[in-house]
């Protein structure tokens, strides 16, 4: 395994990279990279057991662990908070043959395709959906709830406490209490709120259907819908399933799981993609 944190790179004319690490089999060459793109409020590490695992079933690919502007280590981008400013940091990072994005970053793997990459084969969309629609949903909520706390805490423990207050499950709110950092007072954030909820609005009101649809004759996208998940309607499977089938480059997988994939079933996930990943 190759673990290259990059979060102090600068890219052209200064601009900041995206903090990421690279994740190989132990003493193999990849022949080719997959970019994995994580959902709000998240950060590439979410992914390092689907990551690790899939690296040693298929050594001839290596994985990119993300972290996407104003989360994680990627802190400090300027606006626009957009999808499109989230494509346009992807594009300095190396090419990739291939990305996957989970939630939002599924929508941001879509934004990255209709700028057509160089060398990009397959793209896989995990449980999340190419329509436009109203802010809902657990990020949302959660974003909601964060703003209404103050802004230090004496532990971490007490973040869980406030959002299990807010109806929260305790697994959601240890993982948000991650993005806390010690200080001298106590732990504050390391997120921008303000930012954030830019981002996700821009996230809501952008359909990338025209990208679906229009793909380029050399891209292969699968689309993975977690089974006991709502976050893709079935009108928009429908419709994903309709293009594959007049396409023959659109594949629609279904595992059984809850939204949070990469941790509720990782072992299904990873033998999906190491047996549709293209030999390099």
Same mark, same amino acid.
Request: charged share 25%; aromatic share 8%; proline share 7%.
């Given at each position: 395994?190759?673990?290259?944190?990059? *979060?102090?790179? &600068?890219?052209?004319?200064?601009?900041?990279? &995206?903090?990421?690490? &690279?994740? !190989?089999?132990?003493?193999?060459?990849?022949? @080719?990279?997959?970019?994995?793109?994580? =959902? /709000? #409020?998240?950060?590439?590490?979410?992914?390092?057991?689907?990551?690790?695992?899939?690296?040693?079933? $298929?050594?001839?690919?290596?994985?990119?662990?993300?972290?996407?502007?104003?989360?994680?280590?990627?802190?400090? /981008? *300027?606006?626009?908070?957009?999808?499109?400013?989230?494509?346009?940091?992807?594009?300095?990072?190396?090419?990739?043959?291939?990305?996957?994005?989970?939630? #939002?970053?599924?929508?941001?793997? %879509?934004?990255?395709? @209709?700028?057509?990459?160089?060398?990009?084969?397959?793209?896989?969309?995990?449980?999340?959906?190419?329509? !436009?629609?109203?802010?809902?949903?657990?990020?949302?909520?959660? +974003? $909601? @709830?964060?703003?209404?706390?103050?802004?230090?805490?004496?532990?971490?423990?007490?973040?869980? @406490?406030?959002?299990?207050?807010?109806? #929260?499950?305790?697994?959601?709110?240890?993982?948000?209490?991650?993005? %806390?950092?010690?200080?001298?007072?106590?732990?504050?954030?390391?997120?921008? #709120?303000?930012?954030?909820?830019?981002?996700?609005?821009? /996230? /809501?009101?952008?359909?990338?259907?025209?990208?679906?649809?229009?793909?380029?004759?050399?891209?292969?996208?699968?689309?993975?819908?977690? !089974?006991?998940?709502?976050?893709?309607?079935?009108?928009? %499977?429908? $419709? %994903?399933?309709?293009?594959?089938? !007049?396409?023959?480059?659109?594949?629609?997988?279904?595992?059984?799981? =809850?939204?949070?994939?990469?941790?509720?079933?990782?072992?299904? &996930?990873?033998?999906?993609?190491?047996?549709? +990943?293209?030999?390099?």
């Amino acid at each position: 395994m190759i673990w290259d944190p990059a *979060a102090e790179q &600068l890219g052209v004319n200064g601009r900041p990279v &995206l903090h990421h690490t &690279l994740v !190989a089999d132990p003493g193999i060459r990849p022949r @080719a990279w997959l970019l994995v793109l994580h =959902g /709000f #409020f998240g950060a590439g590490r979410n992914w390092a057991t689907v990551a690790r695992r899939l690296t040693a079933a $298929r050594p001839d690919w290596g994985v990119v662990l993300v972290d996407l502007r104003l989360h994680g280590a990627s802190q400090g /981008f *300027a606006p626009p908070h957009t999808l499109e400013s989230c494509a346009d940091d992807l594009a300095a990072l190396p090419l990739a043959d291939g990305v996957l994005g989970h939630s #939002f970053g599924g929508k941001v793997a %879509l934004a990255y395709l @209709a700028r057509r990459p160089a060398g990009l084969r397959q793209v896989w969309i995990v449980d999340a959906d190419p329509s !436009a629609s109203t802010p809902q949903g657990g990020a949302w909520e959660m +974003l $909601r @709830a964060v703003k209404a706390l103050p802004p230090v805490f004496r532990a971490r423990a007490d973040l869980v @406490a406030d959002l299990a207050r807010s109806g #929260f499950d305790r697994r959601t709110a240890e993982w948000m209490a991650t993005n %806390l950092d010690r200080t001298e007072d106590g732990y504050r954030w390391r997120l921008d #709120f303000a930012a954030l909820e830019a981002l996700l609005r821009d /996230f /809501f009101r952008t359909d990338l259907w025209g990208v679906v649809e229009g793909l380029p004759p050399d891209v292969h996208l699968h689309v993975v819908k977690a !089974a006991r998940s709502d976050v893709i309607p079935e009108a928009s %499977l429908s $419709r %994903l399933e309709a293009i594959g089938q !007049a396409t023959g480059r659109v594949v629609v997988d279904r595992i059984d799981g =809850g939204h949070w994939l990469n941790a509720d079933n990782p072992d299904a &996930l990873t033998e999906r993609l190491a047996s549709e +990943l293209p030999a390099p």
